[in-house]
């Protein structure tokens, strides 16, 4: 158990410097398009060392069925880092990730509409939650209610420094 | 231009985390490691053609802060896999990653980086992570 605390942890620190690196990566002028493209490509490397050394690569019909159907999901999921990378830069980091981690609410919402899974009291409940928080997301960024320093803000008020 | 581009993200990473749903009606659970191989290969061509597209030369930042999140990425799931093989229940351990890394990122966007988020940015922000928490349990 104190072993799967740790893992745990490490767990938690590895996804939260996921939402720390994006923001770092806008504020040292990184470019969203290679920022996205250097991830895929150590992803890339990653994804197949681990295939290699796991089940193996064959090219049976299954593997390339299973490589082809990814080709449109990976596609959107680079959009996916491109646009957050690209819209980190006008707003704030915490409800930025909260938002993107949020995002999950559509597979869900599309294995209810398309395979029919059903709907408990939990899910229900979290989606409503969700388009609420995204409401008040949206509404807190329209009103600027929080005045808080975007890069945007930053850049404006120190041209000289900008990337 | 925050909320448009972040809409955007929104819809692009759900859509493509769905990709393992389909996978998996389709009966090709089992080749998880392989669909994965096609999910990065596509998305690498299409990051690397909108990078080539936008010119100019990639910084020591870029490839420094992509190559973190891509590890940071790998380590995150490898160590979620070995907590959930060491004993802790996936009730705990999903909620625990997803929140926490919620509530760290946004600690680190209000101490280190000076965002402030608004009243109703922090209502908002309650309830997604209610929302998370209710999605973990699921």
């Known amino acids: 158990m104190t072993a799967g605390l740790g893992f745990l942890v490490l767990a938690l620190a590895a996804f939260a410097w996921m939402g720390v690196l994006h923001k770092l990566g806008d504020r040292l002028g990184g470019h969203p398009a290679r920022i996205t493209a250097a991830l895929f490509v150590t992803s890339f490397a990653v994804a197949v ?10 090219g049976s019909a299954n593997e390339v069925s299973a490589a082809g159907l990814a080709v449109p999901f990976g596609l959107l999921a680079a959009a ?16 930025s990730w909260l938002l993107l981690n949020l995002s999950v609410a559509l597979p869900t919402g599309l ?16 989606l409503g939650l969700i388009a609420a928080s995204v409401v008040l997301m949206w509404w807190d960024r329209r ?15 120190t041209p000289d420094k900008e990337a | 231009m925050w909320f448009r581009l972040m809409a955007l993200a929104f819809v692009f990473n759900g859509l493509g ?21 096609g999910w990065y290969a596509a998305g690498l061509v299409g990051a690397v053609a909108a990078a080539a597209r936008a010119g100019g030369r990639p910084t020591r930042g870029d490839v420094a802060i992509g190559c ?15 907590a959930l093989a060491g004993g ?24 280190a980086f000076r ?7 922090l209502a908002g922000i309650a309830l997604g992570l209610a929302a998370v928490v209710l999605l973990s349990l699921e």
């Not at chain 2, 973190?68 to 380590?75: A, D, I, M, R, T």
Request: aromatic share 6%; hydrophobic share 40%; proline share 4%.
């Open chain 1, 49 to 58: 060392v681990r295939a290699v050394l796991g089940p193996g690569l064959t």
């Open chain 1, 80 to 95: 996916a880092v491109w646009t957050f990378q690209a819209g980190v830069r006008h707003g704030r980091i915490a409800t």
């Open chain 1, 111 to 126: 294995s209810i509409a398309l395979y029919g899974e059903p709907v408990g009291l939990n899910k229900g409940i979290a």
């Open chain 1, 143 to 157: 009103g600027e209610s929080g005045a808080g320093l975007t890069t945007d803000q930053i850049r404006q008020a």
């Open chain 2, 17 to 37: 985390d769905f990709g393992l749903r389909v996978l998996s009606e389709r009966g090709l659970g089992g080749n998880t490691p392989h669909y994965l191989i």
């Open chain 2, 68 to 82: 973190g999140l891509g590890l940071c990425s790998l380590v995150g799931q490898t160590a979620l896999g070995l």
């Open chain 2, 88 to 111: 802790i229940d996936g009730s705990t351990a999903y909620p625990v990653t997803k929140t926490g890394s919620v509530f760290l990122v946004a600690a680190v966007g209000m101490v």
């Open chain 2, 115 to 121: 965002e402030r988020v608004g009243p109703a940015g």
